[in-house]
C-alpha cells in the first residue's frame, strides 16, 4: 500500500513523500524472527540481490537503539552509490518495534524504517 504523507527532513524542512506498507507472514517463533532482525547479516541477506551493504568500520553486527552504522552500499550487488548510514532510533522489544532514519546523498536523501513483528494467528508473524 502506498500513501502520501508529510515528512520532515534531517534539516527541518517539510516535505511531502511516501508511506509504503510492506508486510511478510513467517512460520516461526516471534522470539526467532526478533533475534535475527537484531543482525546486519539478517539485512545483508534480506536486500540481496537488489543491495549490498559492506560495513565501513568494526561496529558490532548487531543493531542497538542510538547507534549508527555507516556502509558502502552497492545496487545490485556491484553499482557503488556510496556511503549509506542507519540511524537506529528505536528497538522496542515490548512492542516488538524498530525505528530507524536512514540516508545517503546519492540516491536516499531520507529513508524512515519502521519494523513491527505482531503475531497474525497461531504460528505466524507479521513484518509490517
Not at 539485512?43 to 537503539?65: G, H, N, T, V, Y
Amino acid at each position: 500500500m502506498i500513501q502520501k504523507v508529510k515528512l520532515t527532513t534531517r534539516e527541518g524542512k517539510k516535505v511531502m513523500g511516501c508511506r509504503i506498507t510492506v508486510t511478510s507472514d513467517f512460520h516461526s517463533n516471534i522470539e526467532n524472527i526478533w533475534n535475527k532482525i537484531h543482525d546486519i547479516d539478517t539485512l545483508r541477506e534480506i536486500c540481496k540481490p537488489k543491495a549490498r551493504f559492506i560495513s565501513c568500520d568494526d561496529s558490532p553486527m548487531l543493531w542497538k537503539e542510538g547507534k549508527s552504522f555507516v556502509f558502502k552500499l552497492f545496487l545490485h550487488g556491484f553499482l557503488p552509490v556510496g556511503r549509506h548510514t542507519i540511524n537506529v532510533v528505536k528497538m522496542d522489544k515490548a512492542s516488538r518495534e524498530i525505528d530507524t532514519e536512514e540516508y545517503n546523498d546519492t540516491v536516499i536523501k531520507e529513508f524512515f524504517h519502521k519494523f513491527q513483528i505482531s503475531r497474525s494467528h497461531i504460528f505466524n508473524y507479521r513484518l509490517i
